[in-house]
């Protein structure tokens, strides 16, 4: 029920996996979207922004031999000055009751092996999360995600 807990929870989830997992892109994408709007109004679109996060098939397939992980770690989470403007320019009923965006703001890490040894990177990003909390105390529900380092200011 809290937007900015949400929020986190779904930075956190979108860039969180392991190639040696076992598991495929479309196993972390699909975690994702069980969090998405239930009117699946924006689910097609969800399914394309959470791809533009994750590796292509083939890239993890190569990652893979390198048992490459990843991770975010958070740094800042604000509702961007932006949000505000979009939300006045809204048509009526536009907008679910509830539904708001936060940019998250964070180094991206990743760990392998290179050559027998461990090796890490680590970058900034930031994109924004738009989200609705209904008031009615409903659970929190993924609307869609900005392009990668692309976010509302």
């Known amino acids: 029920g809290d937007p900015e807990e949400f929020a986190r929870s779904v930075a956190e989830a979108l860039f969180a996996w392991d190639t040696a ?3 495929m892109p479309l196993d972390y ?9 239930p009117t699946g109004v924006e689910q097609a679109g969800l399914a394309s922004d959470v791809a ?9 397939t190569e990652l893979r031999k390198y048992g490459t992980t990843q991770r975010l770690e958070i740094t800042n989470v604000f509702v961007p000055e932006a949000w505000a403007e979009a939300v006045e320019q809204a048509q ?4 679910q009751l509830g539904t708001t965006a936060y940019t998250i703001e964070g180094i991206r890490h990743r760990a392998g092996v290179w050559n027998d040894e461990p090796t890490t990177s680590a970058h900034e990003v930031a994109f924004t999360i738009f989200l609705t909390c209904p008031p009615d105390g409903d659970p929190c529900h993924l609307l869609r995600l900005s392009i990668l380092d692309q976010p509302l200011h």
């Open 52 to 60: 533009g996060y994750l590796p292509t098939r083939d890239s993890w």
């Open 29 to 37: 994408t699909s975690v994702l979207l069980e969090v998405a709007d």
């Open 92 to 95: 009526p009923g536009q907008l």
């Open 21 to 23: 997992s076992g598991l």
